[in-house]
């Protein structure tokens, strides 16, 4: 199994930035794609940006040119840069690996974006 735990999160005004960061531990060997989600209140979670092992990535129309994903591998830890936070990017964010067929997550981290 993979643990993830997520943290960064916090409250800051439009406009400002935050960096979210996950560790992941335990059977991380067999860990490929990892990507950040994030869930707002009464909405589904969505994906916010994704990245192979090989460091590929992808991202959600509403973040690409704000929000940056990477990893460090030597340090098992995925990390989600975001710039210029609006109000709506307000969600709790959650870390997801995926490892073979199994789907981890982490208990997630909020961000709050005031106007």
């Known amino acids: 199994q993979v643990q993830l735990m997520e943290s960064g999160g916090g409250l800051v005004q439009a406009g400002e930035s935050l960096r979210l960061s996950c560790l992941a531990s335990?059977?991380?060997?067999?860990?490929?794609?990892m990507a950040w989600y994030r869930q707002a209140p009464g909405k589904q979670r969505e994906l916010v940006a994704s990245?192979?092992?090989?460091?590929?990535?992808n991202y959600a129309d509403s973040v690409k040119g704000r929000f940056t994903i990477s990893r460090d591998n030597t340090k098992n830890t995925v990390y989600l840069q975001m710039n210029m936070l609006k109000p709506e990017d307000t969600a709790d964010y959650y870390c997801?690996?995926?490892?073979?067929?199994?789907?981890?997550w982490g208990q997630g981290t909020q961000v709050t974006v005031s106007s």
């Open positions: 990245i192979t092992s090989r460091g590929s990535t």
């Open positions: 997801n690996a995926v490892s073979g067929a199994f789907n981890s």
């Open positions: 335990g059977n991380i060997f067999w860990i490929n794609d």
